[in-house]
């Protein structure tokens, strides 16, 4: 074998050369074999450098698997000391009860025993008085029988007037009564094991505050948990910690929060500005992208992007044309810096709250949204039968609602709001009532019921009347808190004080009502007595004309912000014009985002629900933050910032909410 076919990749003879290689590119097989030795030595190598990451991957799951088997061991030795001592004081319950059995029965057989002396003794007395009379009488002389009466017929008189315990003065009953279903049903459930399937390495973290942080200011950010093929784990119990070291080796302590359904928020503060090495810890071992390089800044060095601030320029179209904005490119968050970014992103967004869902913070189904005094986010999700609650920075804070047709309970909510106690006041279309829940999701009363036919939208204004759309019996219904009916008008049609189908009802600083006129597509005003006032729109696609409004809100400009649904944007009335503030674009040619509920009160900021629609399906709901400014006429490109609140369903003045 002197040749080596290139072709083939094969050594061979002189002969084979002139044979079946002889259109094969051959060479010396002396001038390859220090080629293919050198390779074969870098790939020996290269398999080589796995040994060590096999030894310790191979250390690792067997220290994995002995600690496993010391917690089988543990939890073995704990479950026979627990039945061990149950067993024990069984057993002691047992002595007990039958000394108890005992001692009453010895303390009423005392009782018993008295009584029945007394009487024997009576008895005894009796019978010889009356066998020492009758023997006189019998057999006695005239002068023992006088004898006999002067001695006797005092003490049979006492004897026959004598009071003797004849009834009983205790009972006989004594019985033990030994209730076991509870106590067999609570031995069937005795003992919980907890474990989980949860690795680090597919497990992920997201949220800012990974990687930025502002000094003094709590952070958070989320841990999803994943089991080894990257399936989401939905139980809680897993043991995560974090560590956050400074340069210098400072520790600064994380909080961590099992929300008990695969997630954790992990909270911390930063005390000092500089770099920080950020890990989170999954069963001691990293999760996904760990550790994290952290930079916490004071909330004063955080400067506006330069490339934001070029992008406020006013409208081609001078402000008052209909433009759709198309998509660009900004800055994701405060931290932004002037490098290109490479997700388009819409409309100013600020931050988007939601996926598709069942769980704690997902929806299937939002119909109403509303903002609190306090900062919190209220979300009617109405197929999920439940109102959420969040924080002004879209975290998950609550849940409540049981699906049902009884007081307290939720068939389909649709409109929320919240009073001036922080009540949430929730319309629910299905049960036909509103129903009042205190701040915290406890059921406290409903009103409406025998009265409304499909309540949708809800709405308190200043009085603190309860304002209601009822959408199936098409007029506005405004009650007392306690319930009380004020007054109601409206009915089917197309006149100013005729609905078809209004939708959802907002009440601006003067007191007034905006309602929504769905199928009349048209935003109609009345004062708080239910005069009408005034209306504006029309069917179509310009400037002012609607397509299907629903969700409706006004700014402390009495500026009304609305939902055009069909149009899939956001129609801003500045006094007697109307601008289009927010038109989205399609995300892919199948798909279609259509604004549902409009937005609610939020200083500098608008608030809306929105629905992506794909080919006619709803794949994915949310609500979305914008920054915004209605002192001047709307165009997409412009800047969209005020720090004055607004006015919205039942919200009240927002301008000491932080944001």
Request: proline share 4%; net charge neutral.
């Amino acid at each position: 074998m002197e040749f080596y076919c290139e072709s083939c990749e094969t050594a061979m003879c002189l002969e084979c050369t002139e044979g079946e290689h002889r259109e094969h590119v051959t060479v010396p097989l002396r001038d390859v074999l220090e080629q293919h030795k050198s390779a074969l030595k870098n790939q020996l190598d290269a398999v080589r450098n796995r040994l060590p990451q096999l030894t310790a991957a191979i250390e690792l799951v067997n220290d994995i698997s002995k600690q496993l088997t010391e917690r089988k061991n543990e939890a073995v030795t704990e479950i026979s000391n627990t039945f061990d001592e149950l067993e024990k004081a069984l057993h002691q319950r047992k002595n007990a009860l039958i000394t108890e059995v005992e001692n009453i029965c010895s303390t009423k057989q005392k009782v018993l025993q008295a009584q029945l002396t007394s009487l024997l003794q009576g008895k005894e007395n009796i019978q010889s008085s009356c066998n020492f009379t009758e023997q006189a009488l019998s057999h006695g002389s005239a002068t023992e029988v006088l004898l006999v009466q002067k001695q006797m017929g005092e003490r049979v008189s006492a004897l026959a007037r004598h009071s003797f315990p004849e009834h009983p003065h205790e009972n006989g009953h004594l019985e033990c009564q030994v209730e076991t279903d509870g106590l067999r049903r609570s031995i069937q459930n005795l003992g919980v094991l907890i474990t989980t399937g949860t690795v680090g390495h597919t497990s992920v973290a997201t949220g800012e505050g990974l990687r930025h942080a502002l000094v003094g200011q709590h952070t958070t950010v989320t841990v999803t948990t994943k089991d080894k093929d990257g399936e989401l784990v939905k139980t809680g119990n897993a043991a995560l910690r974090s560590e956050i070291v400074s340069a210098d080796g400072v520790c600064t302590e994380a909080e961590v929060v099992d929300n008990k359904n695969g997630t954790y928020e992990v909270g911390y503060t930063i005390r000092s500005e500089g770099e920080f090495s950020f890990s989170l810890l999954l069963y001691e071992q990293p999760v996904r992208g760990s550790p994290f390089r952290l930079r916490a800044v004071k909330p004063s060095d955080v400067l506006q992007s330069p490339d934001d601030v070029k992008r406020r320029v006013k409208s081609p179209s001078g402000g008052g044309g209909h433009v759709r904005q198309k998509a660009v490119r900004r800055p994701s968050s405060m931290y932004s810096t002037t490098k290109k970014k490479e997700n388009p992103i819409e409309d100013e967004l600020i931050y988007r709250v939601g996926t598709r869902g069942r769980d704690k913070g997902e929806f299937t189904n939002l119909q109403g949204i509303s903002t609190s005094s306090n900062g919190r986010i209220v979300v009617a999700d109405s197929n999920n039968q439940c109102i959420q609650v969040f924080s002004n920075d879209g975290q998950f804070k609550m849940r409540f609602g049981v699906r049902g047709r009884s007081p307290g309970q939720l068939q389909r909510p649709t409109g929320v709001t919240v009073d001036m106690n922080g009540d949430i006041i929730v319309a629910d279309y299905d049960n036909r009532w509103i129903s009042i829940f205190s701040s915290d999701g406890k059921f406290k009363n409903k009103i409406g019921a025998g009265r409304l036919m499909g309540p949708k939208g809800v709405a308190v204004d200043k009085n603190g009347h309860i304002i209601t759309v009822d959408n199936k019996a098409c007029c506005v219904f405004i009650f007392q808190s306690n319930g009380k009916l004020v007054t109601k008008f409206g009915a089917r049609g197309t006149s100013d004080r005729h609905f078809a189908g209004p939708h959802f009802v907002a009440v601006n600083n003067k007191n007034e009502i905006v309602v929504t006129d769905f199928h009349n597509h048209s935003v109609k005003v009345y004062n708080a007595d239910g005069e009408f006032l005034f209306k504006f729109g029309s069917h179509g696609e310009g400037n002012g004309q609607f397509n299907a409004p629903t969700g409706v809100a006004v700014d402390a400009n009495g500026n009304i912000i609305v939902a055009d649904w069909g149009n899939s944007r956001i129609q801003v009335r500045l006094g007697k014009l109307c601008s289009t503030a927010l038109a989205p674009s399609c995300p892919t040619s199948t798909q279609q985002r259509t604004p549902f509920t409009a937005p609610r009160a939020w200083p500098s900021h608008l608030m809306v629900m929105w629905r992506w629609q794909t080919l006619g399906t709803t794949a994915l709901r949310s609500t979305a933050t914008y920054s915004r400014d209605l002192r001047q006429p709307l165009s997409p490109l412009q800047a969209l910032t005020t720090t004055q609140p607004m006015y919205s369903t039942g919200c009240n003045d927002l301008s000491n909410t932080a944001f």
